[in-house]
């Protein structure tokens, strides 16, 4: 990042806030999207916000020559890593590690997951009554004419089933495993046993979606890349 710089940046035009140990570390509308590659950015503060809160910012490292520090941050009874940058396009900014923080808010909305939505993806949910068959080594396990097919920019189509699609729920088993998306909300997990087969993680579901990915709410995806998932008797991928 110090050498070629991020592969885009630019202001988040929003108030933003980091949460540590029941304390607002920092109160920023100076925040920035970095795009540290092409995917997804993060949230970038800048340290003139750091050093107005609460937290106690110790350098440990700098290079004047590729203009970055590093640093220690210590809240309460937490200590974490820093970065920051003197010099170049990210000049004046601080990045934190991923997931560092209790909770992330931009403006009065709590962030999900390890990153900020990129304001350049969308969500589209839509109701179809294609033919979507889910089978397992050619034996089917779910059908449905009535469907949502998820489209998220730059990323497959998703097809989220009716749980009464399933044609035996034995074979579902609840997983420990829950992930966050920033996009879509907090989905819970199926593993698939049918036989001496087990499949992990192969179904996911969001009991509590974002507002965007409300039509999905606790319907079924089956990963296509773990499953035989067919859209109008076509094979997906």
Known sequence: MAVSGPFKHE??????????????????????????HPYYPVFYVPLEALRSGPGEL?????????????GTLKISDKIFEVAGF????????????????DSWYAEDEKQLGPHPKDPYKRIECLASSRNVCVKIDGVEIAHSNNSVFLHETGLRTRYYI????????????????????PYKGQAAYYHIKMGDKEI???????????????????????????????VDGLREE
């Open 58 to 70: 110790s350098l440990t490292k700098r290079d004047e020559e590729k203009g970055f520090w590093l």
């Open 162 to 181: 009716s749980p009464t699609s399933v044609f035996d729920w034995r074979w579902l088993i609840p997983s420990d495993t829950s992930t966050f998306c």
């Open 11 to 36: 202001l988040a035009n929003r108030r933003v806030r980091g949460l540590v140990c029941g304390q607002w570390l920092f109160d920023t509308t100076d925040a920035e999207f970095v795009w540290e």
């Open 86 to 101: 003197d010099k170049g396009p990210l000049r004046g900014q601080v990045k934190f590690p991923v997931g560092s923080l």
């Open 200 to 230: 992990k993680d192969a179904v996911w579901y969001y009991t509590y979606p974002t507002a965007e990915s409300a039509p999905v709410q606790n319907r079924l995806c089956f990963y296509n890349e773990k499953v035989e998932v067919y």
